[in-house]
Nanobody
Framework: VQLQASGGGLVQAGGSLRLSCAAV????????IGWFRQAPGKEREFVAA????????LYSDSVKGRFIISREYSKKTVDLQMNSLKPEDTGVYYC????????????????????WGRGTLVTVSS
């Protein structure tokens, strides 16, 4: 397992959760680290991404303004702070990492990501 995600849980609509992604036994490389999510019966969907050494960020339209992806140097994690959660944010959240460069325009493509964590479940109740 290259990546480990944690922090999921059950929260009411309007609440917040914070997810963390750690590289197991190593530090993150030079390329993108991102979060995807998959709701029941739906395809895996890009949520947000950043780069460990550069800090630039990218968000899907559905979470822009509510979620924040950040690099936590002291913990050596990439965190996803999720605010103003909605029931439609429910799903299994996966962290992913690229080991080669990809254009940001391709970040939404799951096949452009090389390593995947096991996922952590986020449930938002209405």
């Amino acid at each position: 397992v290259q990546l480990q995600a944690s922090g999921g849980g059950l929260v009411q609509a309007g609440g917040s959760l914070r997810l963390s992604c750690a590289a197991v036994g190593r530090t993150f490389g030079d390329f993108a680290i991102g979060w995807f999510r998959q709701a029941p019966g739906k395809e895996r969907e890009f949520v947000a991404a950043t780069r460990w050494n550069y800090g630039n960020t990218l968000y899907s339209d559905s979470v822009k303004g509510r979620f924040i992806i950040s690099r936590e140097y002291s913990k050596k994690t990439v965190d996803l702070q999720m605010n103003s959660l909605k029931p439609e944010d429910t799903g299994v959240y996966y962290c992913a990492e690229q080991i080669t460069w990809a254009a940001p325009d391709d970040y939404h493509e799951a096949w452009r990501w090389d390593y995947w964590g096991r996922g952590t479940l986020v449930t938002v109740s209405s």
